[in-house]
């Protein structure tokens, strides 16, 4: 089982930006990771996914305002997160997926281990 623990979450102004990080607890090279929000009341959703390759996918509603990447060397995946809007308030988990595949899913049932979460509060 992978421990993963997120950190950079805090309080921004729209228009602005915020770098998540995620650090594994063993070598991920051999996994698919993703990042995921829940807002209160909704039902939990993909941001971003990263095969263990390097190819990625997003979710619809990240528009090219989203970055995710990993450094293998650190087991530590990131969330470069840019022209935030207040719909982007939620709390932030990573998550991991043994996988060698070569592409990736952003949903959520297919990844087994997860973090704690960052909270990311967006103002207007």
């Known amino acids: 089982q992978v421990q993963l623990v997120e950190s950079g979450g805090g309080s921004v102004q729209s228009g602005g930006s915020l770098r998540l990080s995620c650090t594994a607890s063993?070598?991920?090279?051999?996994?698919?990771m993703g990042w995921f929000r829940q807002a209160p009341g909704k039902e939990r959703e993909g941001v971003a996914c990263i095969a263990h390759a390097g190819n990625t996918r997003y979710g619809e509603f990240v528009k090219g305002r989203f970055t995710i990447s990993r450094d293998n060397a650190k087991n530590t995946l990131y969330l470069q997160m840019d022209s935030l809007k207040p719909d982007d308030t939620a709390m932030y988990y990573c998550?991991?997926?043994?996988?060698?595949?070569?592409?990736?899913?952003?949903?959520?049932?297919?990844?087994?281990?997860w973090g704690q979460g960052t909270q990311v509060t967006v103002s207007s």
């Open positions: 063993i070598s991920f090279n051999s996994y698919s």
């Open positions: 998550a991991a997926r043994r996988s060698d595949a070569y592409l990736c899913f952003p949903e959520a049932p297919m990844f087994g281990d």
